[in-house]
């Protein structure tokens, strides 16, 4: 197993309450396989991807990578986020060739490799600029090759592509499938969209909210490249879309009764 | 109309105002000279050379000092704005410190190390390294927590994360420390320039009063101006303005 978790739980503390976010989470990924974890928001899939890339500690449990305890955070497990999170003192090469630098990779080989992954996700042209001059779909897939390049055995995407409108997230999508056929990653895929989920996954987990726990663990035989306008998606979308209603139903009542 | 003819009139305006009060002769003329004579006194005093060396003699001091605070300052936001207890510690006094106007280091300053140029860099130094100090704090503290984040993530630790990520995050910040940090600078070296026989503006300006040469006095006081403004537009505000086109905080 690439990865695994086991007995993973994790609370938050506020002046009043004590929130569990995570509860008893083990899962088990394949080298190469693409898992996208689905959820009401408030159910703790971004915490348990913070937890995977060693950003926070669980209070139980344990994360390993090839069998290797995660402890902190690292170059094999790089996070792709949903805000922008490219350097804006850098340009877009520059950008992308961070982690490389980190690695202390020769200058002329990592601006070798900086170029093909811009060159994957089709900004070449852009290699000079920096990330205000981009839109929000450009600076997703320079976030996309700044990952890359850094060739983690891991690629951990919390929402990618949750700020874009439809099209572009359309696109970026069919991209990552592509990339993903080429590089062979393992990929943990965050979002709360079903149909996203289901396009992109080879299994979609199914989280419940408060306490957050793995609900249902969806196996996806659909063939690639898949379309999300195909019915065979829109179907099983549906199916688990009806798993994940109740679930929705639930945090709204209790938000409701809160407020 | 252009913007040099704007400037260029506004100043001509303001001169034809100084020349007209000059000559309604409301003041005598050692109190109160006119602007032809102060140009008078600024041409002879470059090509004698005793203001082009009374200006080397402070810039020589203003960069050493200015420098040290630098160093210090940016090094000490460093450790303040990134260790919790320093920051709840010494966060407090140094706001105080940075209260106290510079020229009240000076008699401390005298104290140490008598009545030369260690002790007008020291005010020099206490003037300008607290705000330094504040704002590089400040900047740290004010990093996007996803750009550390994503540096974590791929791979950024110890020295190469002051170095490739907290630094250049907090740059702007750190740029307008030391904007700041210069006027303080500037300031507390011209007070401690009049102590004693320093050759530096601040001395050039005594030497006015002492000579009773109010030509003088103004000529030195315009070269003062004249130097703050340069500096503080053309090296601090060239270096921000470049910055925030960079991070795309105002439209190029």
Redesign the interface.
Known sequence: MKLQLKGVFKSFYTKRHRLTALEDISIAVKQGEFVCIIGPSGCGKSTLLNIIAGLEKPDRGEVLIDGHLVERPGPDRVVMFQDDALFPWLSVLSNVEFGMKMKNITKRKRRAIALEFLRMVHLSTFKLSYAHELSGGMKQRVALARALAINPAILLMDEPFGALDAQTREILQAELQEIWSLTEKTIIFVTHNVREAVCLGDRVLVCSARPGKIKKDVSIDLPRPRKLGSLELIKTSNLIMQELRSEIETVLKEELRDG | MGRTIRIVLFYSFLLAIWEGIFRLHLWPEFLFPSPLDVLKTLSSGFYDKSLLIGIGISMKRIILGFGCSLVVGVLSGFFIGSVKILDETIGPLLLGLRTLPSICWLPLGLLWFGLNEKAILFVVIMGATFSITLATDDGVKNIPV??L????????HGF?RYL??IL??A?PSIITGMKLGWSFAWRSLMAGEMLFVSLGLGHLLMMGRELNDIRQIFAVMVIIVAIGVVIDKQLFGVLEKE?RV???LVPS
């Open positions: 996803i750009y984040r994503a540096a974590s993530t791929m791979g950024a190469s490739f990520v250049p995050a740059l910055i960079r991070w795309g």
